[in-house]
């Protein structure tokens, strides 16, 4: 079979969030023999992203060319990613205004690869614009359970209202009645979510939507980085605590300070990914700050988590049984921090509220061995770790394929 996977790419090194829970199914569907090409929209993979990619064993496809200036910088888009009032500007930046001037390339670049099934992020529209002319079968990857969510107050921060007409008015003019989920394009193929019904409702989900189950692939990722793990402290529990790729780049002082003063008072060691403050000079002690971590590894060495609550952080805490305390910094994080409280695995607390005081309290409760927090961590990491997300999802990509 030959199967062309669609990822969102936004700007170099701000877009793992969006490649990761494609790694698995790619590996799992080059393992099975087929033929998979990888594309990113609205632009081109950066580098080390191609080197990941094409160590799984798929063929890079390069996008459409596209104007400078249509995409915001990743400065400006980092700085109305924490603007409430203007946030939804970046994701017009990237999501809608790319599409008029990339639509014909794509859709002549899937008809030159001729694929039998397109596999994509939800919430490229400009490829499932392409996909819907074309009269191609398509199964959405949904990043995070986003899809369930219905209304824009209640599961993201910020003002989104604002995109809601012009992404509508988009689609019309291609003769397209547009079904959305918040910002995700709700398949009518197939939609895949990696999580289990102990962590999501499914009832709360559209038709044609599948949970999978976990979707941290087995082995290597592909994009591992040497660390310092010589400095990493045996005697003392870990707090790994990161942020995801856009935030990284911004200092945090609110949220990350009170981690620090925290970590000294318990005598445990903090491991921060932070791209801010790993580019000072400043002295962290025992404490390990580096730019971009290796998650997957630090996090079986960690007692707690710290996170913004993004979709595959949230995913990969679950799956290594490690107890989340998740801080909603932006955009759709609030949809993992609530599930994460609903389903007993961590705390959700928000970033008026987290304090030197809070800080501290909750690192204790979490640190406290068998607390209920991480009792219920372990019983849905088993459940995770008893549903091959990767395989699973393969037998719908593959199943649609035949159709």
């Given at each position: 079979m030959k199967i062309l996977i669609i990822t969102l790419q936004v700007s170099d090194g701000n877009s793992k969030g969006h490649i990761h829970p494609f790694i698995a199914v790619t590996k799992k569907l080059v393992s099975l023999g087929h033929d998979v090409s990888w594309l990113s929209l609205p632009r081109a993979l950066a580098k080390a992203d191609c080197q990941q990619v094409e160590s799984l064993g798929a063929k890079v496809v390069f996008p459409p060319p596209l104007k400078e200036g249509i995409i915001k910088d990743n400065q400006e888009l980092a700085r109305l990613a924490m603007d409430a009032e203007n946030n939804y500007q970046a994701y017009k930046s990237f999501l809608l205004d790319p599409v008029p001037h990339q639509l014909d390339g794509i859709i002549a670049l899937i008809k030159d690869l001729s694929p039998d099934v397109v596999v994509q992020d939800n919430v490229l529209y400009s490829a499932a614009i392409a996909c819907t002319k074309l009269k191609m079968p398509f199964v959405s990857i949904c990043v995070g359970p986003k899809i369930m969510g219905k209304d824009f107050n209640q599961s993201y921060l910020g003002n989104l209202?604002?995109?809601?007409?012009?992404?509508?008015?988009?689609?019309?003019?291609?003769?397209?009645?547009?079904?959305?989920?918040?910002?995700?394009y709700v398949s009518p193929h197939a939609n895949i979510i990696f999580a289990t019904e102990d962590f999501v409702d499914k009832a709360e989900l559209p038709a044609n939507?599948?949970?999978v189950g976990s979707g941290v692939p087995e082995g290597k990722r592909g994009d591992e980085i040497d660390f310092p793990w010589d400095k990493v402290?045996?005697?003392?529990?870990?707090?790994?605590?990161?942020?995801?790729?856009?935030?990284?780049?911004?200092?945090?002082e609110d949220v990350?300070?009170?981690?620090?003063?925290?970590?000294?008072?318990?005598?445990?060691?903090?491991?921060?990914?932070?791209?801010?403050?790993?580019?000072?000079?400043?002295?962290?002690?025992?404490?390990?700050?580096?730019a971009y971590a290796p998650q997957l590894e630090i996090l079986q060495k960690s007692s707690v988590f710290i996170t913004h609550g993004g979709a595959s952080s949230v995913m990969e805490t679950i799956y290594q049984g490690i107890p989340p305390i998740v801080i909603p910094l932006s955009s759709d994080q609030p949809v993992q921090a609530q599930l994460v409280e609903r389903a007993g695995v961590g705390l959700n607390i928000a970033r008026e509220d987290w304090n030197d005081e809070l800080c501290l309290k909750s690192l204790q409760t979490l640190l406290e061995p068998e607390n209920k927090f991480a009792v219920k961590?372990?019983?849905?990491?088993?459940?995770?770790?008893?549903?091959?997300?990767?395989?699973?999802a393969a037998k719908i990509i593959l199943e649609m394929a035949r159709r």
């Open positions: 209202e604002p995109i809601i007409k012009p992404r509508q008015e988009l689609f019309e003019s291609h003769g397209i009645e547009g079904n959305f989920r918040l910002f995700e939507t599948y949970l402290d045996p005697t003392k529990p870990i707090i790994y605590a990161a942020f995801g790729c856009v935030l990284s780049k911004m200092p945090l990350i300070s009170p981690i620090f003063k925290a970590a000294d008072k318990l005598n445990a060691q903090l491991i921060l990914a932070s791209e801010y403050l790993a580019a000072t000079d400043q002295d962290f002690g025992n404490h390990i700050v580096v961590c372990k019983s849905l990491q088993e459940n995770y770790h008893k549903n091959d997300g990767a395989e699973n």
